[in-house]
């Protein structure tokens, strides 16, 4: 028996952490001294909240040096950071401080300070998973629930569970993993793990998810419709209907 997908959604409790920095060194001993839902907060937030947003930094750790600090070429590094590129928190933070740390050889940018009440406050987030009521059995279930699921569930879905996974899988989100492991879709599988999910936002991603599984789901269709028919002798045009079409889809 296929093993369902189950459809989880997560919300964010933010809490602050007691760190705060006015100048790159206490950015510096912050980065390193948080944990990494810091870390997430900080940088994937973005993608939840403001990713629709044009021309908006995806890191709050690059608005703050580029606005704060007026240290706009070390914010667009940061900003530069492609978040497909990292497997894990950890390697996050260490890319972020590699980046923070060339400027510790000049004093006078480590230690100038941002005016009183623009200091960096460092937040973590506390992810609270929850499951959405919805399963599915098979390919047209799956985009069923696509369709209505909310954006909180496609973003824990395509990012969020992912980045803390136990093992790194062969693909890069949930989605992937289930269409290829346990309906053995790996064309499907395969290409939604091509999208990019810090490019769109989730809405959009949800389109080109429907759009994409919607082929495989019409095939199904076809195939349920077609079958029912195949047992029957009183239909020569639908039984070679059906070898027409199980033709083309092999080929």
């Known amino acids: 028996m296929t093993q369902p997908f189950v459809f989880m959604t997560s919300i964010q409790a933010v809490q602050l952490t007691g760190f705060r920095a ?6 510096y001993e912050g980065l390193r001294s948080v944990d990494g839902s810091s870390i997430y907060h900080h940088t994937y937030r973005f993608l939840r909240l403001l990713h629709f947003l044009p021309d908006t930094p995806h890191s709050d750790f690059a608005y703050w040096i580029g606005n704060n600090l007026k240290e706009e070429a070390l914010a667009e590094q940061i900003e530069a950071l492609d978040l497909r590129d990292f497997s ?24 100038r300070q ?11 987030s506390t992810n ?4 959405t009521g919805m399963e599915a059995q098979n390919l047209e279930e799956f985009v069923l629930g696509l369709e209505k699921v909310d954006i909180g569930s496609l973003f824990y879905h395509l990012v969020e569970a992912p980045i803390y996974r136990d093992q790194p899988a062969i693909y890069p989100n949930d989605f992937s993993v289930w269409l290829d492991e346990a309906l053995g879709l790996s064309e499907e599988a395969q290409a939604i793990a091509q999208l990019n999910p810090y490019r769109w936002d989730m809405e959009t991603l949800r389109g080109k998810l429907i759009e994409w599984l919607g082929r495989g789901r019409l095939r199904t269709i076809v195939e349920r419709v077609l079958s029912r028919h195949e047992v029957s002798e009183s239909s020569a045009v ?5 070898q027409k079409w199980r033709g083309e889809t092999k080929a």
Do not use: D, Y
């Open 22 to 27: 006015a100048n790159l060194a206490e950015l």
């Open 88 to 111: 894990s928190i950890r390697s996050l933070r260490e890319s972020i401080l590699a980046a923070v740390e060339k400027a510790n050889s000049q004093p006078k940018r480590w230690e």
């Open 128 to 131: 609270i998973v929850l499951t």
């Open 238 to 242: 639908v039984r070679a209907l059906l």
């Open 114 to 124: 941002v005016p009183p009440g623009l200091e960096f406050h460092f937040c973590r």
